[in-house]
């Protein structure tokens, strides 16, 4: 059974910091490229930060380089989503999504919610 369980979401004053993880399980993780999107009340789901199979190359949503970093740990079947300076419209659903140049099939999370408020 494939799962994305995403961690680590919460309420955070502006200018604070989150980790967000997601733990993925039933399927081979490795070969997989691993995203992170995010939707607020009232918009589109958009993507926030991607990050290939073996780490070596990312890329970022503009309203959000230099303050948010992606990791994977391909050992422990995890992806990472550092969040530094919070600010109020990083509020939204954050979800893990995973998909493979050898399959045609992906897999998203449930989703955590960040919220930024003081």
């Known amino acids: 059974q494939v799962q994305l369980v995403e961690s680590g979401g919460g309420l955070v004053q502006p200018g604070g910091s989150l980790r967000l993880s997601c733990a993925a399980s039933g399927f081979t993780f490795r070969d997989y490229h691993m995203s992170w999107y995010r939707q607020a009340p009232g918009k589109e789901r958009e993507l926030v930060a991607r990050i290939l199979t073996f780490g070596g190359w990312t890329n970022y949503a503009d309203s959000v380089k230099g303050r948010f970093t992606i990791s994977r740990d391909n050992a422990k079947n995890t992806v990472f989503l550092q969040m530094i300076r919070l600010r109020p419209d990083d509020t939204a659903v954050y979800y893990c999504?995973?998909?493979?140049?050898?399959?045609?099939?992906?897999?998203w999370g449930q989703g955590t919610q960040v919220t930024v408020s003081s």
């Open positions: 999504y995973a998909n493979s140049d050898k399959a045609t099939t992906t897999y």
